[in-house]
C-alpha cells in the first residue's frame, strides 16, 4: 500500500466516525440542495443545457490546440503578456520573476483551485512576499492554516460558532461576534490590503480564445478589486478552462451559478482582456496570463479519461457523492476532491500514488446524474480501475485475490463444494479485507444448483 493510499484510509476511517463533522456537512449540503433545483427553473430544459454545454468543451477540447493559439494571439493584441507553463514548478519560477521585477512584497489573491494545485502560497511565503486570500471561505482557511475543503465552498465543513471561535483566536475578535460582524472584520482587514499590494493573482472560470478574455465568476467581488487594483494582474489557468465563444458564456455563467450555488447567476461575472488601455481610467498597467498544463495533457492523450476536462468545477458532483459526504474533502489529500478529484488526479498526480481514489466509490452515479456539463464520472472511475490493472499498478493481493474468485465462478463443481456457512467463514474471517471496512457477507445456504433443483421440484 502507498503511503497516500494509507494517509487516505486512516484519515477516511477517522472522519467518516466524526459524527459532528457529517452534521455539519450534511447540514450545509442541506442547503444547497434546497436551493438547486430554484436555480434550475431558469432553465426550459436543463437537460438540454447540460448537453449543449458537454458539446461546446467537447469541441474546445478536441480543437484546444487551435484554441490555445488564438486566445494567444488575440490576449497579446489586447496589451497582454502570455506566459506557457508546463509544470506547477515552471509556474512558480514565472510568478516568482514577475515579484522579483515589480519588487513586490504583498499580493492579493482571489479564490483558484490552480493556485491551490501549484502549492502558490507556501512558496511565495518562502520567498518572502505576504500573499493574502481575499474570498472570505479561502481567508478563513488560510488563518486556519488549512487547505479548501470545497472546490466551491473551502470552509463548509466549519460552522458560523467555529468562525467565530478562530477569528477570536487569530484576530482577537469577540468569539460571540455573528457572520455579518465576522464578515465586517475580515472585510477591514482586508481593504486595506487591495491598497498595499503591488501585485494582484486571480484564476479564471473561463478562457475564451476568440476575443483572447478571462472570464473570472465570483460572489463577493474580491476578484474585481484584486484584478484591478494592484499595478499588475497575473492570472493562472488551467489550458482546459477554454471555451471558443464570448456567446458561449450566455449557457455557462447561468449554469455554473445554478450548479454550484443555486443561483440563477453569480453575483460578479467579470470579462477581462488585458491590461488597462490609454483610454480607460482604471485597470492594473499590466496583465500576464500564466497557462498551466501541468499533467492536463496526459489526460487530452487519453481518449477516453479526455472528457474529465469539460468539467467546470462547479462542485455539483461532490455534493451528490456519498464518499464526500462521510469522509469530507480533506481525507482525499489531494486539490481536487470528491468524484473529479478522484477521475483527475491519478492522471495529474500518478496512477501508482492516486488509484486508491478511483475505488473511493460505490459507483452509485449520483456524480453522472448531476454534473452540469454530463460527464460519465462514474465511468470514468471504472476505466481509471480498469487502467490501473493494465497498466500493472494492481497489487500482488488483489491479482491473487480475483484470480481465484475467476476460477471459482467458472467452475460449478468448485463452487458446490462448500454449503454458505463455509463460504461465509472463508470470506469473513479468512479474507478480513473485504470486512475490515465493509459488514459481513451473507452466502446463501443452499448452492445454486441445489436451489435450481428445488425449484424444478416445485414446478413438476
Ligand atoms: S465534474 Fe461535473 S459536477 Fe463535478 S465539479 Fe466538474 S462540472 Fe461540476
Request: aromatic content about 8%; glycine content about 6%; overall charge positive.
Amino acid at each position: 500500500m502507498t503511503e497516500t493510499s494509507a494517509t487516505f484510509k486512516a484519515k477516511s476511517t477517522v472522519k467518516s466516525a466524526d459524527l459532528e463533522h457529517r452534521q455539519k456537512i450534511n447540514f450545509n449540503i442541506g442547503k444547497y440542495n434546497a436551493i438547486v433545483p430554484q436555480g434550475k427553473h431558469q432553465f426550459s430544459d436543463v437537460s438540454l443545457a447540460r448537453e449543449r454545454a458537454k458539446n461546446i468543451k467537447w469541441k474546445a477540447i478536441e480543437t484546444l490546440d487551435q484554441q490555445l493559439e488564438a486566445f494567444e494571439k488575440n490576449f497579446t493584441r489586447n496589451g497582454g503578456k502570455l506566459i506557457w507553463a508546463s509544470t506547477a514548478q515552471d509556474a512558480l519560477d514565472e510568478v516568482l520573476t514577475i515579484c522579483r521585477e515589480k519588487n513586490c512584497r504583498t499580493i492579493v489573491k482571489s479564490k483558484s483551485m490552480v493556485t491551490e494545485e501549484i502549492h502558490l502560497n507556501p512558496f511565495l511565503e518562502k520567498n518572502g512576499i505576504e500573499s493574502i486570500e481575499t474570498d472570505l471561505g479561502e481567508y478563513i482557511q488560510q488563518l486556519d492554516g488549512e487547505s479548501p475543503y470545497h472546490i466551491v465552498t473551502p470552509a463548509m465543513h466549519k460552522s458560523k460558532e467555529d468562525v467565530a471561535k478562530l477569528f477570536a483566536e487569530k484576530l482577537g475578535t469577540d468569539p460571540k461576534l455573528s457572520p455579518e460582524e465576522l464578515t465586517l472584520v475580515a472585510r477591514e482587514k482586508l481593504r486595506e490590503k487591495y491598497t498595499q499590494a503591488e501585485i494582484g493573482i486571480t484564476g479564471a472560470n473561463f478562457l475564451i480564445s476568440e476575443t483572447g478574455s478571462i472570464a473570472v465568476t465570483e460572489n463577493e467581488g474580491n476578484a474585481r478589486l484584486s484584478s484591478a487594483f494592484p499595478k499588475t494582474h497575473i492570472a493562472i489557468v488551467g489550458i482546459e478552462k477554454m471555451i471558443p465563444s464570448l456567446t458561449d458564456l450566455a449557457l455557462f455563467w447561468p449554469l455554473l451559478a445554478t450548479f454550484g450555488t443555486g443561483q440563477k447567476i453569480t453575483s460578479y461575472n467579470t470579462i477581462i482582456s488585458g491590461p488597462r488601455q490609454l483610454n480607460e481610467t482604471d485597470g492594473p498597467e499590466e496583465m500576464y496570463i500564466i497557462l498551466l498544463d501541468n499533467g492536463r495533457t496526459n489526460i487530452i492523450a487519453n481518449a477516453k479519461q479526455r472528457e474529465s476536462l469539460y468539467c467546470i468545477r462547479c462542485g455539483a458532483c461532490l455534493n451528490a457523492c456519498p464518499v464526500y459526504k462521510n469522509i469530507g474533502g480533506h481525507s482525499y489529500g489531494t486539490t481536487y476532491s470528491g468524484p473529479i478529484g478522484s477521475v483527475i488526479t491519478p492522471h495529474l498526480q500518478g496512477m501508482p500514488e492516486y488509484k486508491h481514489l478511483s475505488y473511493a466509490s460505490s459507483l452509485c452515479g449520483n456524480c453522472t446524474e448531476v454534473c452540469a456539463v454530463k460527464i460519465n464520472l462514474h465511468e470514468l472511475l471504472l476505466e481509471n480501475r480498469n487502467e490501473a490493472v493494465e497498466t500493472g499498478n494492481a497489487t500482488f493481493t488483489e491479482k491473487i485475490a480475483w484470480k481465484m474468485w475467476k476460477t471459482a465462478s467458472l467452475n460449478r463443481g468448485m463452487m458446490n463444494m462448500s454449503n454458505g456457512k463455509m463460504k461465509n467463514w472463508m470470506i469473513n474471517k479468512i479474507f478480513k479485507v473485504w470486512t475490515r471496512h465493509r459488514s459481513d457477507l451473507t452466502f446463501s445456504q443452499k448452492t445454486f444448483n441445489e436451489m435450481w433443483k428445488d425449484r424444478m421440484k416445485g414446478k413438476n
